[in-house]
């Protein structure tokens, strides 16, 4: 059974620093990997996807890169906002199948 | 493009009471996923459609709780009777493929 991890569980950092969260996996046959993040009481929005063939994907500040042999995952953020302060979600898609296993998360505070 | 509909979004009910929760995926999405997210955790998969039919439900308590997918567009998932642990926010989800997944806002119960 896949098993999903973050590390932190909570981080709170000034604004404007940049900052790493980690997320690994048991099983490392997996289809792709996605991050997710979700303001109090909101779903979930979808920040990047990396493929199972890729290393590592990018929008904006975020950067987010898989190594797939080792089972590792790591979302970095770089500059830092008070409005960046959220959860952040690890999610795999195993080999087979369409559902999405999912970390605990991350709780993220950026303070101004 | 419309996002995935949930309805109620807040429902406060009685323990040994039912409630259902309401689903519009985005139109095209032949697969349809609820999850169910207790506080502090991941959202953990309750049932999968493809279409009509359902593909996985190994994790939906299936004494208690029970879920349909009309004509391969909305679904409906009940829970009856409901127990204290089964307050968390229920999430609805769409994809297209292997990709494209998206959430809905969700609906949080509270059981009292």
């Known amino acids: 059974k896949q098993e999903v991890t973050q590390i932190p569980a909570a981080l709170s950092v000034p604004e404007g620093e940049n900052l790493v969260l980690n997320c690994s996996f048991t099983d490392s046959a997996i289809y792709n990997l996605q991050w997710f993040r979700q303001d109090p009481g909101k779903g979930l929005t979808s920040l990047l996807l990396i493929q199972s063939s890729q290393r590592e994907q990018t929008s904006g500040r975020l950067n987010a890169s898989l190594d797939k042999s080792s089972g590792r995952s790591t979302l970095y953020i770089a500059a830092s906002q008070p409005g960046d302060s959220a959860t952040y979600l690890c999610?795999?898609?195993?080999?087979?199948?369409?559902?999405?296993?999912f970390g605990k998360g991350t709780s993220l505070l950026v303070t101004p | 493009e419309a996002g995935v509909a949930q309805s109620p979004r807040y429902k406060i009910i009685e323990k040994r009471q039912s409630v259902a929760f309401w689903c519009n995926p985005i139109?095209?999405?032949?697969?349809l996923y609820w999850y169910q997210q207790i506080l502090g955790q991941g959202p953990k998969l309750l049932i999968q459609f493809q279409n009509n039919g359902v593909v996985d439900d190994s994790q939906l308590p299936k004494d208690r709780f029970s879920a349909e997918r009309l004509k391969g567009v909305d679904s409906t998932l009940k829970i009856q009777p409901a127990k204290l642990e089964d307050s968390a926010v229920y999430l609805c989800?769409?994809?297209?493929?292997?990709?494209?997944?998206?959430f809905g806002s969700g609906t949080r119960l509270t059981v009292v």
């Open positions: 989800a769409s994809s297209l493929g292997y990709d494209g997944y998206t």
């Open positions: 139109s095209g999405h032949a697969t």
């Open positions: 999610a795999v898609r195993p080999g087979s199948g369409y559902a999405l296993n």
